[in-house]
């Protein structure tokens, strides 16, 4: 009924994208309508990084203990709608037992004890349902609270224009290990959290 909550799997699709690199061009610039159209050196490393983001956020404290508070709540609210699941089919055996003994004096009785166990199943659905649109807000406020973190983060990492692009790992098929920069990334963002828990 309830969802695991995964951060990994919800944000895995981000591009994380920055600010334009300052790097001196050393090809030719070519015009094109009088405007002087600048091309990157690539006999070097191309000014790339990326993150991979299953690492990052298995790895990242606040995204483990937002997961961690999600399992929590989860496990609570299951808890609850299965003890008033527990207590709604005690009073449905005691009916059937009732019903098997005759011991309804009258079918007005009857009717009056299966209309209120009827509505009270009723009311146990609703409770459950609404318990799990409110995880699912919740968990989607947690989402947007770890991607803004990350993203703001890497923006302000890349302010002084050292990489044209910070990918995730997802979206590339191949890249060398060396444009790797998550246990960098992962290292400041937990200094950054620990730092504002203080």
Same mark, same amino acid.
């Given at each position: 009924?309830?969802?695991?909550?995964?951060l990994?799997?919800?944000?895995?699709?981000?591009?994380?994208?920055? #600010?334009s690199?300052?790097?001196?061009?050393?090809?030719?610039?070519?015009?094109?309508?009088? @405007?002087?159209?600048q091309?990157?050196?690539? $006999?070097g490393?191309l000014?790339?990084?990326?993150?991979e983001?299953d690492?990052?956020?298995?790895? /990242?404290?606040? %995204?483990?203990?937002?997961?961690?508070?999600?399992?929590?709540?989860q +496990?609570?609210?299951? @808890? #609850?709608?299965?003890?008033k699941?527990?207590?709604?089919?005690?009073?449905v %055996?005691?009916?059937e037992r009732k019903?098997?003994n005759?011991?309804?004096? $009258?079918?007005?009785?009857?009717?009056q004890e299966q209309?209120r166990?009827?509505? =009270?199943?009723? +009311?146990?659905?609703?409770?459950?349902?609404?318990? +799990?649109?409110?995880?699912?807000?919740?968990?989607?406020?947690?989402?947007i609270?770890?991607?803004? $973190?990350i #993203?703001?983060?890497i =923006?302000? /990492?890349?302010?002084?224009?050292?990489?044209?692009?910070?990918?995730?790992?997802s979206?590339?098929?191949?890249? *060398?290990?060396s444009?790797?920069?998550t246990?960098?990334?992962?290292?400041?963002?937990?200094?950054? /959290? #620990?730092?504002?828990? *203080?």
């Amino acid at each position: 009924m309830y969802r695991y909550f995964t951060l990994s799997t919800a944000i895995a699709g981000i591009f994380l994208a920055t #600010t334009s690199c300052q790097k001196p061009v050393s090809a030719p610039a070519v015009e094109k309508d009088n @405007a002087p159209v600048q091309t990157v050196d690539f $006999s070097g490393h191309l000014p790339i990084a990326y993150v991979e983001v299953d690492s990052l956020l298995n790895n /990242y404290n606040l %995204a483990k203990d937002l997961n961690e508070q999600m399992l929590t709540r989860q +496990e609570n609210a299951r @808890a #609850t709608v299965n003890e008033k699941g527990r207590q709604l089919e005690k009073e449905v %055996a005691e009916f059937e037992r009732k019903v098997k003994n005759n011991a309804f004096l $009258s079918q007005e009785r009857f009717e009056q004890e299966q209309q209120r166990l009827l509505k =009270k199943q009723q +009311e146990l659905q609703a409770y459950a349902q609404q318990l +799990e649109n409110e995880l699912l807000q919740e968990q989607q406020k947690m989402l947007i609270q770890v991607t803004d $973190s990350i #993203t703001n983060f890497i =923006k302000e /990492y890349n302010k002084d224009g050292r990489y044209e692009a910070i990918l995730n790992n997802s979206s590339v098929l191949y890249i *060398k290990p060396s444009y790797n920069i998550t246990p960098e990334i992962t290292r400041l963002l937990n200094n950054r /959290y #620990t730092s504002k828990q *203080k």
